[in-house]
C-alpha cells in the first residue's frame, strides 16, 4: 500500500542534538527547545539530520533522541526521522525503529563511503529496498556537500518511481534539477529546498516547503518567506530572503553546526557543544555571529 498521502507542506528545523558538559544527549534541553519552537507555525520537525550529528551518535543515543524528541512533538506536526546509515540493511534497521518510536517518515541519506560503487544503479536499488522494507513514507536527502555524491535528476525521477518514495529533500541548490525533477517525477512526489539559501527560488520551482537549518534560529522569518510566496507577495518575500542569507551563511557552509548552537544560545535556546571532532565556535567568530544575528534583526526565542 502506498503512503504517498502524506502531505509535506512547511517550515521543518532540522534540529539539533544537544550534549550536556560531559557531553552525553542532554534530553531536557531537547525536550525545552522543541517547547520553543512549538510555538511557531512550523510543519513540524526533522530529528537526526545533519544538523543532529547523526553521524556522531551511537544507536542508542539515536533511539533515545527520537524517543524524547516525539514525546515533546504534538501530534499535528510531524516528526521526520534521519535514518540513512551506510549498508542498506542498517538503513531498514533504524527506519523500522523510527517508526515504531512514532516518526511519521523517514530522512534517507545516500550512502557515501563507497562512493566510487555509488553508480545510479546501485543508488536506485537501495533506496528501493529501503522503501520496500519501510513502513513509513521515505524521503530521499541529497546532501553533496557531506556525501560528495549530488543525485542527479534522471536518478532521483527513477527513485521516485517506488510509491512509498514520498519526496526529496535537496540541499545542492541547483534549481534547474530542481525543475527537471519536479517536470519529471510523478505528481505524488514532493519537493523541499534543503537550505533556507534558496528556499524562494525553490518554492518558484515547485517546492512546496524547506528543511532549513535557518528555521531553528529563524522560524518566524522562514515562515513569512513561504507565506508571502502564498499570498503572491514576491517582493516581500525576496526582500526578506535576502534579509536573512547572511544569517543562514553562517550556520551553514560557514561555520555548520557549531554556530547554529551557538546562534541558539544568543537567542535564549540551549545550544550547548558540539560533540568531537566538532569544535565549538571560537571566541572571535562569536563576536561575528553576534553581530550578523544583530543586522539581521533576529530576537530572543527562548
Same mark, same amino acid.
Given at each position: 500500500m ?9 517550515i521543518? %528545523? %532540522?534540529?539539533?542534538t544537544?550534549?550536556?558538559a560531559?557531553?552525553h544527549v542532554?534530553t531536557?534541553?531537547?525536550?525545552g527547545?522543541?517547547?520553543?519552537? $512549538?510555538?511557531?507555525?512550523l510543519r513540524?520537525? !526533522?530529528v537526526?539530520?545533519s544538523?543532529? &550529528?547523526?553521524?556522531?551518535l ?19 506536526k ?17 527506519t ?8 511519521? @517518515?523517514?530522512? !534517507? ?9 555509488m553508480?545510479?544503479?546501485v543508488?536506485i ?11 513509513i513514507?521515505?524521503i530521499?536527502?541529497?546532501?553533496? @556537500?557531506c556525501?560528495g555524491?549530488?543525485?542527479? @535528476?534522471?536518478? !532521483?525521477?527513477?527513485i ?6 514520498l ?19 510523478? #505528481?505524488?512526489?514532493?519537493?523541499? +529546498? ?5 528556499l524562494l527560488?525553490?518554492?518558484?520551482m515547485? +517546492? !512546496?516547503?524547506g528543511?532549513?537549518?535557518?528555521a $531553528?534560529?529563524?522560524p518566524?522569518?522562514c515562515? +513569512?518567506?513561504r ?8 517582493? &516581500?518575500a525576496?526582500?526578506?530572503q535576502e534579509?536573512?542569507? %547572511?544569517? $543562514? ?8 553546526v557549531p @554556530?547554529?548552537?551557538?546562534a541558539?544560545?544568543?537567542?535564549g535556546?540551549y545550544?550547548g557543544?558540539?560533540? +568531537?571532532?566538532?569544535?565549538? #565556535?571560537? &571566541?572571535?567568530k562569536?563576536?561575528?555571529?553576534r ?8 530576537s530572543?526565542?527562548g
Open positions: 502506498s503512503n504517498n498521502t502524506l502531505r509535506l507542506e512547511g521543518y %528545523p %532540522p534540529i539539533p544537544p550534549f550536556d560531559k557531553g542532554a531536557k534541553a531537547l525536550t527547545n522543541l517547547r520553543i519552537w $512549538n510555538r511557531y507555525e513540524g520537525y !526533522v537526526l539530520g544538523n543532529g &550529528e547523526l553521524v556522531l551511537n544507536d542508542q543515543e539515536r533511539l533515545r533522541v527520537l524517543e524524547v524528541a516525539r514525546a515533546a512533538i504534538p501530534a499535528d510531524l516528526m521526520i526521522a534521519g535514518t540513512g546509515c551506510q549498508s542498506t540493511l542498517q538503513t531498514i534497521e533504524l523500522k525503529q523510527a517508526a515504531e518510536i512514532g516518526a511519521d @517518515a523517514a530522512l !534517507v541519506v545516500s550512502p557515501f563511503y563507497y562512493k566510487g560503487q553508480t545510479s544503479g543508488l536499488e537501495h533506496f528501493h529496498r529501503v522503501a520496500d522494507a519501510s513502513p513514507p521515505v530521499i536527502y541529497n546532501m553533496p @556537500a556525501t555524491i549530488d543525485l542527479d @535528476a534522471t536518478t !532521483v525521477t527513477a521516485a518511481e517506488h510509491e512509498n518514495i519526496a526529496i529533500k535537496d540541499s545542492g541548490g541547483s534549481l534547474a534539477k530542481m525543475a527537471e525533477i519536479h517536470r519529471l517525477a510523478p #505528481l505524488s512526489f514532493q519537493l523541499l +529546498a534543503g537550505s533556507a539559501s534558496f527560488p525553490a518554492l518558484l515547485g +517546492a !512546496v516547503g528543511v532549513l537549518a535557518l $531553528n534560529v529563524a518566524h522569518q515562515l +513569512a518567506i507565506q508571502h510566496f502564498i499570498d503572491g507577495e514576491l517582493d &516581500e525576496r526582500h526578506l534579509k536573512v542569507l %547572511p544569517v $543562514n551563511a553562517a550556520v551553514t557552509r560557514g561555520w555548520g @554556530a547554529l548552537k551557538a541558539m544560545e544568543m537567542l535556546m545550544g557543544l558540539p560533540r +568531537a571532532p566538532l569544535l565549538p #565556535l571560537s &571566541e572571535d562569536k563576536e561575528d555571529l553581530c550578523i544575528l544583530q543586522e539581521a534583526e533576529l530572543a526565542l
